[in-house]
């Protein structure tokens, strides 16, 4: 598996739209619906959200590029958490979010998520944060895993609203290197 990782540019938004078309459906839970999932993709993870993402100063895209093919994404933020109870929990500041962190499936078991997750760690320390957080489905114990042997920890809990249905997700936090 040849492929870089570097950070997302302009030119990457369409591409980065159609995998988080394939990734995000993946990370939830059995039981939601096609049409709240479609609702999400449009509302946040679209070719034009991608580009806003990629012109916002406190957002970096780091992708996996494979001969130009796009096989994987995370996106960081680098402000203070917003949700309540996202800031009431965090105890390593400034914190940097790991928003999404998303690999193609034909590269899971590959050792791409944990590369990419190592340079999205190095990331968020470059910025000067202390910690890294993130919020991960309470269902998805695959990701769950994944983020555990990455050195996270739960910390809390939070609700993220997909359509009309609101999941909840466990507040992960890790010191960053």
């Known amino acids: 598996m040849t492929h870089t990782i570097r950070r997302a540019t302009a030119d990457d938004a369409g591409a980065l739209a159609a995998l988080a078309a394939v990734t995000f459906p993946l990370a939830c839970p059995p039981s939601s619906s096609p049409a709240d ?6 509302k946040t993870l679209s070719e034009e959200h991608f580009k806003d993402y990629l012109a916002d100063p406190d957002t970096t895209i780091l992708v996996i590029d494979a001969d130009r093919q796009l096989n994987g994404y995370s996106l960081l933020v680098d ?21 999404k962190c998303y690999v193609h499936p034909d590269y899971h078991g590959l050792g791409a998520a944990a590369e990419l997750m190592r340079a999205s760690l190095e990331a ?49 936090e890790r010191p960053l290197p």
């Open 79 to 99: 402000r203070p958490a917003t949700d309540p109870d996202v800031a009431s929990v965090l105890a390593l500041l400034p914190s940097v979010e790991i928003s």
């Open 37 to 42: 999932i479609a609702a999400h993709l449009a």
């Open 124 to 172: 968020a320390a470059a910025s000067g944060g202390a910690g890294a957080w993130l919020g991960v489905n309470s269902q998805n114990a695959r990701a769950i895993r994944f983020y555990e042997k990455s050195g996270f920890r739960k910390v809390g809990t939070k609700s993220f609203r997909l359509g009309s249905t609101v999941e909840h997700d466990f507040v992960l």
